[in-house]
């Protein structure tokens, strides 16, 4: 115990004695990885070397980065006959890119109309059906329903039975 109390003291001085000092970061270790791959070891795996910056020219102008005097350069005009002639090919792709967007828009117009034409004529078809089947009389509607696999068999046995019998060519004396 006294051991580790005299450390202690000897931390305590230490510390007291000297200003405290910024913390050192611990550099960082490098793996070692034997020797540095060479030009030909790299080539092998690969790699490839491409233009040294050393080798490039230097420019013969000097190149500055002030501002400009405010130099202009020499434009080229272009004549009256080629400008025309930009302005008709210009004009005329419009005029071209124009014509295809009008015709797609009419298509898709005609398309939907032709859509919503189709759905009136499938809700007057069903509206039709409605009424037609409103006007049906019971026997009308029981009918539709046989021929149609939705009839309602739990009700009457004896009268699904005579019927059933009548469809096969059975008759008896019975139902007549």
Do not use: C
């Not at 020219?57 to 500055?64: F, G, H, R, V």
């Amino acid at each position: 115990m006294s051991r580790f109390k005299d450390d202690l003291d000897d931390l305590s001085d230490e510390e007291s004695e000297d200003e405290p000092e910024a913390v050192k970061p611990k550099p960082i270790k490098k793996a070692k990885t034997g020797k540095d791959p060479d030009l030909a070891a790299l080539e092998s795996l690969g790699y490839k070397s491409g233009p040294s910056v050393l080798l490039v020219p230097e420019t013969l102008a000097e190149s500055s980065w002030e501002w400009g005097a405010g130099e202009k350069k020499e434009e080229v005009q272009e004549s009256l006959a080629e400008r025309e002639h930009n302005r008709a090919a210009a004009n005329s792709a419009a005029e071209d890119a124009a014509r295809q967007g009008h015709e797609r828009q009419r298509q898709l117009a005609q398309m939907r109309e032709a859509e919503r034409a189709k759905a009136r004529d499938s809700e007057r078809a069903q509206h039709a059906d409605a009424q037609q089947q409103r006007r049906e009389s019971f026997q009308q509607r029981e009918k539709r329903k046989r021929d149609m696999g939705q009839a309602k068999k739990a009700k009457n046995y004896v009268e699904e039975e005579k019927r059933q019998a009548r469809n096969l060519g059975v008759y008896s004396g019975f139902d007549t």
